[in-house]
Each structure stands twice: as C-alpha cells, then as structure tokens.
C-alpha cells in the first residue's frame, strides 16, 4: 500500500527566510504528487502537483517543489517566506489508474508558524 | 459561487444519535470523496464515489453510511455516533486529481 510520510510535524521560520517542508512517499509505480495549504478553520487548498515531465513544478503563492524519483521525495520549497504563510502543509499521492484512480493518500501534515 | 458546499459547520451529537453530512457541489464532477481529518494524522478517506450511483469504501468506512443519487449530493451518514467519529470532516470533489475541498464539518460526539 501507498504511503506518505511528512517527517516534520512543526516548523518555525522567521519571515523572509527560505523554507523546505519534507515529503517522503511509498509507492510502486509513478506516482501523482501535490501539495495542498490549509489555513485555520479552512478546507484545503491545492498549491501544485506533478504528474510527469519536468521535476521541477511551480505553484501557486511563489511555492516549488522537486520530484526526485531516486530518493521517493517531493519537497515543498520557498525562497523567502511571509507570515501569511502560516499554516498546515499537507503532501499526498495519488494513483495513476485502476480502481484506486483519484483517490488521495495524505501525509500527517506539517504545520509551519512564521515569526516576524 | 462554483464549489463544494458542505452543512453544517458544527455539531455536537450525543452518543447514539445519527445524523447527515451534506456536501453539494456545483462543478459537474463526477468523482466525489468524504475525508476526515484528526490532529496529527492528516486525512484518512471514508468513502468515495465515481458517479452518480457507484459509491465505494475508502480507508476508515466502518460507522459510516452514503448514497450519490444525483451528481451533484454526496451525503455522509452517521449511524449511532461513538466518541472516535469526534472530527473535521471534508467532502471534496474532482476531476483527475483537480480537487475542490468544502470547508468542513466540525463534530463532536460526547
């Protein structure tokens, strides 16, 4: 079975550093991968995802990550953080096809407080 | 505005009472999906749909019930509520992975 592990559940930056948010997966085959914000009170917002080609994918809110297929990653990067970006990071991976097309498997989540 | 709609925000129930989550959504998708989501252990799928007739368990389905009549309703039935369905719940819905979450269902059983 698929699985997504998120190895840091809390993060602290000060504002206008860079941040790198971890993501490890677990899956057989080539998976599709996003990373999702939720702020407080909020569903989840979708800030990239990778399905093929280029590793390097480009978000929403200035976030990249990196697909790297031989260490089973995709972390979420910026380059200089503001304090709007506080709030729960969530990884997940997806299925290619079959019966399990479109379902999610989350990772434990990451939550990142931003000091001023 | 287009979306995934979900009622309501907040309930308490007692333990053994039931209720419905409702989620509607007004994008035409066909797949739907109802997470939950506890501190700490991100969110775990209960059941999905991928029509209006077809719906199939997830990860956590026991102590759950649904139904797709339409495209557009995806309710979540809680039959005789126990303390461990204490949660945020979150309806979403897609097309090829492009999920619209709705903002969420807060219970609490006690």
């Known amino acids: 079975a698929q699985s997504v592990t998120q190895p840091d559940i809390h993060i602290t930056v000060s504002e206008g550093a860079s941040l790198e948010l971890r993501c490890n997966y677990s899956y057989g085959a080539t998976p599709y991968l996003f990373w999702y914000v939720q702020s407080p009170g909020q569903g989840l917002q979708l800030l990239l995802k990778y399905f093929s080609g280029d590793t390097l994918v480009q978000g929403i809110k200035g976030f990249e990550a990196e697909f790297k297929r031989s260490q089973s990653s995709f972390n979420l990067r910026k380059p200089s953080v503001h304090w709007s970006d506080a709030a729960e990071y969530f990884c997940?991976?997806?299925?290619?096809?079959?019966?399990?097309?479109?379902?999610?498997?989350f990772g434990q989540g990451t939550i990142l407080t931003v000091h001023p | 505005n287009a979306g995934v709609t979900q009622t309501p925000k907040f309930r308490i129930l007692k333990i053994g009472q039931s209720m419905t989550l409702q989620c509607t959504q007004d994008?035409?998708?066909?797949?739907m999906y109802w997470y939950r989501q506890d501190p700490g252990m991100g969110l775990k799928l209960i059941y999905y749909?991928?029509?209006?007739?077809?719906?199939d368990k997830g990860e956590v389905p026991n102590g759950y019930n649904v139904s797709r009549s339409t495209t557009e309703d995806f309710p979540l039935r809680l039959e005789l509520a126990a303390p461990s369905q204490t949660s945020v719940y979150f309806c979403?819905?897609?097309?090829?992975?492009?999920?619209?979450f709705g903002s969420g269902t807060r219970l609490t059983v006690v």
């Open positions: 749909s991928v029509g209006a007739g077809i719906t």
């Open positions: 997940a991976v997806g299925y290619l096809a079959g019966t399990s097309y479109g379902k999610l498997t």
């Open positions: 979403a819905s897609g097309v090829d992975y492009g999920y619209t």
């Open positions: 994008m035409n998708h066909n797949y």
